[in-house]
């Protein structure tokens, strides 16, 4: 070594320091990101039109039948609310609506939900004969229009002596294809194999391993189906139509004796389907955080 020279250790070689745009874009990665004006317009207008059907439906509720023939519409609320409100009420029974229309979407969103946790998990962690046939399927009942089934089911319950009665309407439905394909695509990603053969090893049994293992990793997407079920089953209104009759209703079929007469009050009829929506914004308002909050965990998770 010559005079001057200075040599380092291989273990204390000088570290190069990233410089320039790169080292900018790695230090603000952690910065939180704020969205511009046009963002936040964009957003309130989309509000606004979601907002706009619901916002008439109380404005219409609240004015009369002849007020809402004439031009133009209202444009804001009038006196009539509550006694249009009370006169749907009574006309179309909704207490017991309301009840049947609760025990119905609550029955199916449960069973719609387990049962198709545990398929979509045997379709996408368990290995079976025929699984890849089977899964195809179910796919494949998405595509027959459920109008063509209505005859044959509503056969089979007249069969059963279920006419007339709520099991009618909750029994078809208590799973469905989407939701086991929706489980089964969220799984696959979700759940790693190696958690479920680790629980395997600790001696787990099938049912511990989906209580403590399948579960929990997928409540973000039971959360989600839960949702989209409960509003389905709450407003559907082919099969229930059929199945039902106005002594036994749900809020759909109850609603559509609110239609009937020579002139029908669209007023009563807007009130009506004021009272059918109030239940879902309730369950929204009192339980969206939390399936928000599900949302964000299994999309931070992913």
């Known amino acids: 070594m010559t005079t001057g020279e200075l040599t380092l250790p291989q273990d204390q070689a000088p570290v190069r320091t990233e410089r320039g745009p790169r080292r900018r ?4 990665a952690g910065k939180q990101m704020h969205a511009g004006p046009l963002t936040y317009a964009v957003l309130v207008l989309l509000t606004l039109v979601s907002l706009a059907p619901l916002v008439w439906t109380a404005i219409a509720a609240s004015r009369t039948n002849t007020r809402l023939a004439q031009t133009p519409p209202p444009l804001w609320f009038g006196g009539n609310l509550f006694k249009n409100l009370q006169t749907a009420w009574d006309q179309a029974g909704m207490g017991t609506a309301m009840f049947n229309s609760t025990v119905v979407a609550s029955t199916i969103t449960i069973g719609t939900v387990l049962f198709s946790t545990l398929a979509g998990f045997a379709f996408a962690k368990l290995k079976f004969k025929f699984s890849s046939t089977l899964l195809l399927l179910t796919i494949g009942t998405m595509m027959i229009p459920p109008q063509l089934a209505v005859v044959p089911l509503y056969l089979w319950m007249a069969d059963l002596h279920w006419s007339n009665h709520l099991q009618t309407v909750i029994l078809p439905t208590l799973v469905s294809a989407f939701g086991t394909f929706f489980m089964r ?9 190696e958690l479920i053969e680790a629980a395997r090893v ?9 209580w403590h293992v399948v579960f929990p990793a997928a409540r973000p997407a039971m959360a989600v189906l ?26 759909q079929v109850a609603l559509n004796s609110l239609g009937t007469g020579y002139i029908p009050d669209q007023s009563v009829i807007m009130a009506g389907a004021l009272l059918g929506t109030l239940p879902l914004l309730i369950a929204f308002l009192l339980f969206g955080k939390q399936i928000v909050g599900g949302i964000m965990q299994g999309a931070v998770k992913g």
Do not use: E, H, K
């Open 25 to 28: 874009r790695i230090m603000g």
């Open 185 to 193: 695509q969220y799984l696959v990603q979700a759940l790693p194999t």
């Open 202 to 210: 600790d001696g787990a049994s099938s049912l511990r391993v989906v």
């Open 226 to 251: 839960g949702l989209l079920t409960f509003v389905m089953a709450w407003n559907d209104f082919l099969w229930p139509i059929i199945a039902l009759n106005q002594q036994n209703p749900t809020v």
